[in-house]
């Protein structure tokens, strides 16, 4: 484990990790906070094979190597992101489809309090949080098999303030950033989003999110995501293959249903990207 920049909680996490072991779900968490390291996933991930293994939610003010999905980099400068990853025992490998989709519905919920309408912020498939028509967050969900469950980590990054510059890949521009606390931004802040209040609320949504059954669930995100329906997409699949078409609802267990530019319909159920192009 990285541990650079390790010390001991700063004086405004104390009321996280009270709040933390007010909740019987997070009670057995370590809450730990690092100034700098590479990942807070890969941290969490040297802890996969130990027995028993520890519960931990681990933030930091700065990653040097934040990754989002397929390994592309998570970019935000010290301090103007919210970046932490937790570990979780998922029982029921078979439901897997859910976590990002619970995950996505309970870091909403702990932002729009930080906004004037809810509205504003919006899901993406599979694993982006929106403002407006920017990008102000994204999820990634690691996760390895022991003893007939799942070991998970989820890591989340969302931005506090703008970063200084838009995201870009080999595949593309990306989405421009969104911030919860820029003033210019499309979504207004009635107060400032602080990383605390951020996190006791994703504690208490993440718990909550839990309970809804998959249809609940489905049904959930597919109102979170309405900006994102019948948008035009270009998605690249894993095998480097690329469909453009509409982006029409949900399919079974959380897949992508899309009307082909080329006619019919198309389920998809992994994609290494997926970029919005109206």
């Known amino acids: 484990m990285n541990t650079s920049g390790m010390t001991?909680?700063?004086?405004?996490?104390?009321?996280?990790?009270?709040?933390?072991?007010?909740?019987?779900?997070w009670k057995n968490h370590r809450l730990e906070w690092v100034a700098e390291t590479g990942s807070t996933s890969d941290d969490l991930k040297t802890d996969w094979h130990a027995m028993p293994r520890p519960a931990r939610l681990r933030t930091a003010g700065y990653q040097s190597s934040g990754r989002g999905q397929r390994g592309r980099h998570w970019v935000a400068a010290p301090e103007d992101g919210l970046l932490f990853s937790f570990s979780w025992d998922w029982l029921n490998p078979d439901s897997a489809w859910e976590i990002p989709f619970r995950t996505g519905l309970a870091v909403r919920d702990a932002l729009v309090p930080f906004v004037d309408d809810e509205r504003s912020l919006w899901l993406k498939w599979p694993n982006d949080l929106c403002a407006g028509t920017g990008k102000l967050g994204g999820?990634?969900?690691?996760?390895?098999?022991?003893?007939?469950?799942?070991?998970?980590?989820?890591?989340?990054?969302?931005?506090?303030?703008?970063?200084e510059s838009p995201f870009e890949t080999a595949d593309g521009p990306g989405m421009r950033p969104a911030a919860i606390n820029n003033q210019?931004?499309?979504?207004?802040?009635?107060?400032?989003?602080?990383?605390?209040?951020?996190?006791?609320?994703?504690?208490?949504?993440?718990?909550?999110?839990?309970d809804p059954t998959p249809d609940e669930l489905t049904a959930a995100y597919a109102c979170a995501a309405s900006p994102f329906w019948g948008r035009n997409v270009r998605i690249i699949l894993g095998d480097g293959a690329v469909i453009e078409g509409r982006a029409m609802g949900l399919a079974e267990k959380g897949a992508l249903e899309v009307a082909e530019k080329t006619g019919g319909r198309r389920i998809i159920r992994d994609a290494r990207r997926l970029i919005l192009q109206d």
């Open 8 to 25: 001991r909680l700063p004086h405004r996490w104390n009321e996280l990790a009270a709040f933390m072991k007010s909740l019987p779900a």
């Open 184 to 210: 210019n931004d499309a979504i207004g802040a009635p107060c400032a989003a602080t990383s605390v209040g951020i996190l006791k609320n994703f504690l208490a949504a993440w718990v909550a999110r839990l």
């Open 139 to 163: 999820i990634l969900i690691e996760s390895t098999c022991c003893e007939g469950a799942l070991q998970i980590i989820v890591g989340i990054g969302i931005n506090l303030r703008l970063p």
